[in-house]
């Protein structure tokens, strides 16, 4: 049972209350109370209940051995525990400690966040009954201590809750109270927005839970009071955001200690603790988020409904891995394979089992630093090779196209799946490579460039260095430097720009992280921001949940 601010109290103490009762006559008495049969006496006169046990004792002058024939009369009290007697005491006495979960009818007086209430307590020997002693109980309005809305915690703030749910899908909301002494009557009064709303308590955990058989199904965006009533007057109120988002679309941002997710309008849906490194690698499907700490070699996979993990799943991941690649049907890792001097493993997984498929590709000499599904391939993958300077093409687990690239260390690689082109990069230039391992285009004049994000015939571009982002074009055929662009191009200045992540639509936008003012931002495809979010640190990695 959780006790109203027990970090306050004496371990071990409890508030005393002593009832002497007499039978016959008493000798602490005067003589003008001698003839009254039963008398309670009060030695303790602060008998107010605060969520700490009560001890109560009654003397008697005559023993009474049957304890049967004591009855403590406490109106909404309940006896916690009585005392076994002693040797000593032999009968003339009788201990019980007592406790209020229930609130009596009758109220003393109170104020918005404590209540207190008024019961009595008496003793009953045979057919003897004592005077009642006044004894007060003072609820302290429980406290919102979380709340969690279709497996996702919120932390409620002094003035505001915030409700981020599916479109369409349902809705299971439970509030946690802490400070919760007495069972009331507990309700929430929600805005006049969101009805039909199954209630449900669950005692043992202090946790109040409604259920909605369904969200809105399109963009929905309203703001409303939301209250908590106890049942007995006292009520606290805070605004409630309540807004839908789709999981298409939706962004993934690894910052520095905790992973993001965004919808695609740019509002946080979630966030979490990440335990892994700064060089966590992301992969995304629709249903699963993988994060990989290279350097520690573990792999995490959580669902991105809720960011439950699945524990049953396992990458056999002994080697420091460089590149990742989650695809709608299979997940891929290049690994550092520590017993042979500059090569490299990589390996094909089931998408569900994370078991590796016997097709996974023999040692490659060299380190591969990034890789992509070719979706256009039934298990088809780009990845580049840095030390050999090539890139490859792998089909049904084999290597089917190896090509020599014009570039020295190739470290990037971007994949177009409409115009089925490559775009490579190293720190300085960008190739562009058609699906039949041809230069079909070169951009020149990057001072380190840090990510590729191409689709739909375009191809965003961060320079780390320069601290510029570009959109290029898929109808480059010629040599030229990253300053020449055409009229449908454009480079757009930042602090730090770390990583770009494409938005697939009728018209493209791209989300920017910039990781020296802790922001990411949504630009379209003429560079005008129209969306920011902050608040913090270092976002490197942004993923963007393309829904396949």
């Not at 809105?216 to 106890?230: F, K, N, T």
């Not at 993988?290 to 409904?305: E, F, M, N, P, S």
């Not at 993958?381 to 190739?410: A, Y």
Request: with cysteine; net charge negative; charged share 25%.
């Amino acid at each position: 049972m959780r006790w109203c601010n027990m970090n306050k109290l004496i371990n071990g103490v409890y508030l005393s209350l002593a009832l002497c009762l007499v039978l016959s006559r008493c000798t602490n008495v005067n003589d003008s109370q001698q003839d009254e049969p039963v008398k309670i006496h009060v030695n303790n006169k602060d008998s107010t209940y605060i969520g700490v046990p009560l001890k109560f004792w009654a003397t008697f002058k005559e023993p009474v051995k049957d304890r049967s024939r004591i009855n403590w009369e406490r109106g909404y009290g309940s006896i916690l525990r009585h005392a076994a007697p002693t040797d000593a005491d032999s009968g003339l006495s009788d201990t019980v400690y007592l406790e209020w979960r229930t609130p009596p009818k009758q109220k003393a007086s109170g104020s918005n966040n404590i209540l207190r209430y008024v019961d009595s307590v008496s003793v009953q020997v045979d057919n003897e009954q004592s005077e009642k002693v006044a004894v007060y109980i003072e609820n302290i309005f429980p406290t919102l201590d979380s709340l969690v809305v279709n497996g996702l915690g919120r932390v409620p703030t002094k003035d505001s809750l915030f409700f981020a749910v599916h479109r369409g899908g349902p809705i299971h909301a439970s509030f946690h109270f802490t400070d919760l002494l007495l069972e009331t009557n507990l309700d929430i009064i929600w805005p006049s927005f969101i009805t039909s709303a199954k209630k449900d308590y669950n005692s043992d955990l202090k946790e109040l839970i409604y259920d909605f058989p369904e969200a809105p199904s399109g963009v929905y965006d309203r703001v409303g009071p939301i209250s908590i009533s106890d049942g007995s007057g006292a009520s606290r109120e805070w605004v409630l955001r309540f807004r839908t988002f789709k999981e298409t679309g939706s962004l993934w941002i690894g910052a520095q200690g905790e992973v993001i997710k965004l919808s695609e309008e740019g509002f946080e849906v979630y966030r979490a603790k990440n335990d892994f490194g700064d060089g966590v690698l992301m992969g995304l499907n629709n249903n699963f988020l993988y994060l990989v700490d290279g350097a520690l070699k573990r792999i995490k996979k959580v669902r991105t409904i809720d960011y439950e993990q699945d524990s049953d799943f396992r990458l056999s991941t002994f080697n420091p891995v460089h590149a990742f690649e989650v695809s709608s049907q299979f997940i891929w890792d290049a690994q550092q394979d520590l017993s042979i001097r500059n090569s490299t493993k990589i390996r094909r997984y089931s998408l569900n089992t994370g078991n590796i498929l016997s097709d996974s590709l023999p040692l490659v000499a060299g380190r591969v630093m990034s890789m992509r599904a070719n979706t256009n391939l039934n298990g088809g993958l780009w990845f580049v090779n840095s030390e050999q300077n090539k890139l490859f093409l792998v089909r049904e687990g084999k290597i089917d196209m190896e090509i020599d690239l014009d570039l020295e260390s190739p470290k990037l690689l971007a994949y177009d799946a409409e115009k089925e082109l490559c775009w490579v990069a190293n720190e300085n230039i960008i190739l562009m490579i058609n699906k039949n391992g041809s230069q079909v285009g070169k951009i020149t004049g990057f001072g380190n460039v840090s990510s590729l994000s191409a689709g739909q015939g375009v191809c965003w571009v961060a320079d780390s260095y320069e601290n510029i982002v570009y959109k290029f074009n898929h109808s480059i055929t010629k040599e030229r430097s990253s300053e020449e662009l055409t009229s449908t191009e454009f480079k757009k200045d930042y602090e730090h720009p770390v990583a770009v992540s494409m938005v697939f639509g009728d018209v493209p936008s791209c989300w920017v992280a910039d990781d020296g003012i802790g922001t990411v931002m949504l630009i379209n495809d003429k560079g005008e921001e129209t969306s920011r979010f902050t608040g913090m640190t270092a976002p490197r990695q942004i993923s963007i949940n393309k829904g396949e």
